[in-house]
């Protein structure tokens, strides 16, 4: 019998696979948002996936099949933690299926994983890192070697505890809705945040840019948007694209996106945030 | 007298053949009228009391991905994983490439924008469509011109601009809810 469990507002079915299982997916299974089957036999799925590719997504240690909106994950792993350096134990079952939702919404549309809690929400992964403050999350996006793990690990991470160091997660209010600010999404658990709970609001979004001066500048929507796109899943996908930059969007009309130039030293960074209201 | 009706059946079918020669030699007159008038109208070649202008409308490529944020655009190429971003006034003109609204419309009304010369404008214009055709994001049209462009231009003119970003690399092996970005093995 699947359970069905909420998280971050989503229910999620999950069940173990039968022995019989059967493919492709009979019509009746409608997930509400997503459907997770807990299987022993990882590596069928994974070469289904590579069989089928235009349908389904082969993803480290999970399989999507977009329209039928499932997703394969190993049992063995169903409680499995794993720590992410400075940001503490996070269960990894539950990013996957945050993941998921994301690439789903990415992939069909915001439609597909509205859910009466989460009707006004999309959610949005980006490459990025992100620390608490007492003002919020602060998420810091930038390409590969640009100081992502740096700022947010060794230079705040001694006074702000560190919620993500590669991937962030949020919860983006729709345009044109009343909603609330975006929220980063925290999987672990730490003492400092038992009580912010699961979602902190977003405080700040930087680009990051590596200098030898401390400053934080304005940065133009449109360039901001074609930096965070990467990484991206669905890149072949029109509809993907189009999807990932409409959210994107809601994201920078809510919270604009600032460079923020920095070098490896922590008073002058830290004095800057709080001097800018953003800690 | 048959001499002369010889002569007569002679210049007669002389005649003839030189009618029938004429009547050819105009219709391939006719028909190089007919071509010549055609390609005019397929390059937008119009009249307008009395002056004869050259115009040229393009159109967007249908693979390019585009959303418009904060005034500028961002374009995304599904097959070559390039981004674009464009300026305010690139972006107005990369809209109004629908295949059916001439340049000369676009210059006219950037340059009442802009207080600017239309000539000057329109070199420019000229110019970046040739740009962004030369990289495939746009190509010439072949449809008729619309009349009277519902081209609107808000805030002040400054020359357009491109600006490109690449999609960066993906994941580092397999998609992951960890990141593991970076280099794609």
Same mark, same amino acid.
């Given at each position: 019998m699947p359970q069905t469990i909420e998280l971050f507002?989503y229910s999620i079915n999950v069940s173990k696979e #039968? ?14 948002v997503l459907n997770v089957i807990l299987t022993k036999n990882m590596p069928?799925h ?13 993803g480290e240690d999970f399989v999507l ?5 499932t997703l394969w994950f190993p049992a063995s792993k169903r409680k499995a933690i794993m720590e992410i350096k400075?940001a503490g134990p996070q269960r990894i079952f539950d990013r996957t299926i945050l993941f998921c939702i #994301? ?60 919620l993500d160091d590669?991937q962030?997660t ?15 999404l925290y999987f672990g658990r730490r003492r400092?945040l038992s009580?912010?709970g699961s ?22 929507? #449109? ?43 922590? #008073? ?12 | ?14 005649? =003839? ?5 004429? =009547? ?71 809209? +109004? +490439? ?30 970046? +469509? ?46 992951s809810s960890r990141g593991?970005?970076?280099?794609? =093995?």
């Amino acid at each position: 019998m699947p359970q069905t469990i909420e998280l971050f507002g989503y229910s999620i079915n999950v069940s173990k696979e #039968a022995r019989n299982n059967s493919w492709p997916l009979p019509d009746a299974i409608v997930p509400p948002v997503l459907n997770v089957i807990l299987t022993k036999n990882m590596p069928a799925h994974e070469e289904r996936a590579r069989r089928y590719r235009s349908r389904m997504l082969l993803g480290e240690d999970f399989v999507l099949d977009y329209p039928s909106q499932t997703l394969w994950f190993p049992a063995s792993k169903r409680k499995a933690i794993m720590e992410i350096k400075n940001a503490g134990p996070q269960r990894i079952f539950d990013r996957t299926i945050l993941f998921c939702i #994301a690439l789903l919404a990415e992939r069909l549309g915001p439609a597909v994983v509205a859910t009466p809690s989460t009707r006004h929400v999309l959610p949005l992964y980006l490459h990025a890192s992100a620390v608490a403050t007492a003002c919020g999350a602060l998420v810091f996006c930038g390409r590969s070697t640009f100081g992502k793990s740096t700022i947010s690990g060794e230079i705040l991470g001694p006074i702000f505890p560190q919620l993500d160091d590669d991937q962030v997660t949020m919860h983006i209010g729709m345009l044109n809705k009343k909603t609330r600010a975006p929220r980063v999404l925290y999987f672990g658990r730490r003492r400092e945040l038992s009580t912010a709970g699961s979602e902190l609001p977003l405080a700040g979004l930087f680009w990051l840019q590596k200098s030898a001066e401390f400053k934080i500048e304005e940065m133009d929507q #449109a360039e901001a948007a074609s930096l965070m796109l990467s990484p991206l899943v669905n890149r072949r996908r029109p509809i993907a694209i189009l999807n990932r930059l409409r959210i994107i969007r809601a994201l920078l009309t809510k919270m604009p996106c600032r460079r923020l130039y920095f070098a490896k030293e922590q #008073a002058p960074l830290v004095e800057l945030l709080r001097a800018n209201g953003y800690a | 007298m048959s001499a002369r009706r010889s002569g007569d059946a002679n210049s007669s079918s002389r005649n =003839s053949a030189g009618a029938v020669e004429n =009547s050819r030699i105009g219709s391939v007159i006719a028909r190089k009228a007919y071509r010549a008038i055609h390609d005019a109208e397929r390059s937008s070649v119009f009249v307008r009391k009395g002056m004869v202008q050259m115009s040229r409308q393009w159109e967007r490529a249908r693979d390019i991905v585009w959303e418009e944020l904060g005034g500028e655009a961002v374009l995304v190429s599904p097959t070559t994983s390039k981004t674009w971003v464009l300026n305010h006034t690139a972006s107005a003109i990369w809209k +109004c +490439c629908d295949g059916q609204t001439s340049i000369d419309d676009i210059a006219l009304k950037l340059a009442e924008a802009g207080r600017l010369d239309v000539a000057n404008v329109k070199t420019e214009l000229l110019a970046f +469509c040739k740009q962004l055709e030369s990289q495939g994001m746009l190509r010439s049209s072949g449809r008729a011109v619309r009349a009277g462009a519902s081209f609107a231009f808000a805030g002040s003119y400054v020359p357009p601009f491109i600006r490109m970003h690449g999609l960066g690399v993906g994941f580092r092996g397999r998609p992951s809810s960890r990141g593991g970005s970076g280099p794609a =093995s």
